[in-house]
């Protein structure tokens, strides 16, 4: 199975709002709503920041939101913090009853 | 709260079995609609899902990896494992367990990590 296809880097300044976007195909990300987003600071384990497409998880900030649109998905954070600098995943169910991660995307807060 | 811990060797040789441990503290892992995961990162790259495991035995596992891996649970211990045969470097990683969300694919609750180097 080949990962979802994401952009390597996204930039914004503090304050700015960002888009991360997260491509599959019909058979994973199109096809489902089990569409997840993590973030992970280096050397951390990743943190959940939405499920199912759109869901944040209690204790994350309502600046991060996910969408969905055929076989594309998005995370936006909006209100750009130094935190959020980290590197995102998204990952979806699939066709086959695997999970698959995307390529992932370095945020830098510039 | 419920937390998850790796354990196992951080060495393993080419062509051996790696065999890691995850222990769940603060619940059970024999509760209905619960399911835990493997997951790993080699240094410098992106996340890799290994498997997943039903608290009632089932398995699901990556096709590029099935044929390698084995995730089994014992309840009385309260951990699930995970074993992957004829390791190369390729399989040298950061190695997470984490458990998946009831009622959804997401994994919410991760381990802290525990890296496997492969070498002679």
């Given at each position: 199975q080949s990962a979802l296809t994401q952009p390597a880097s996204v930039s914004g300044s503090p304050g700015q709002s960002i888009t991360i976007s997260c491509t599959g195909t019909s058979s994973d990300v199109g096809?489902?709503?089990y569409l997840s987003w993590y973030q992970q600071h280096p050397g951390k384990a990743p943190k959940l920041m939405i499920y199912d497409v759109s869901n944040r998880p209690s204790g994350v900030s309502?600046?991060?939101s996910g969408s969905k649109s055929g076989n594309s998905a998005s995370l936006t954070i909006?209100?750009?913090q130094a935190e959020d600098e980290a590197d995102y995943y998204c990952y979806s169910y699939t066709s086959s009853s695997s999970l698959v991660f995307g390529t992932g995307t370095k945020v830098t807060v510039l | 709260q419920l937390q998850l811990q790796e354990s196992g060797?951080?060495?393993v040789k080419p062509s051996e079995t790696l065999s890691l441990t995850c222990t769940v503290s603060g619940g059970s892992i024999s509760s209905s609609d619960q399911?835990?995961?493997w997951i790993r990162q080699p240094p410098g790259k992106g996340l890799e899902w290994?498997?997943?495991i039903y608290y009632d035995g089932s398995t699901y596992y990556n096709p590029s990896l099935?044929?390698?891996v084995t995730i089994s649970v014992d309840t009385s211990k309260n951990q699930f494992s995970l074993n992957l045969s004829s390791v190369t470097a390729a399989d040298a990683a950061v190695y997470y367990c984490a458990r998946h969300r009831p009622?959804?694919?997401a994994f919410d609750i991760w381990g802290q990590g525990t890296m496997v180097t492969v070498s002679s």
């Open positions: 096809g489902y709503n309502n600046r991060f909006s209100g750009l | 060797p951080g060495l399911y835990w995961g290994i498997g997943s099935q044929s390698r009622g959804t694919k």
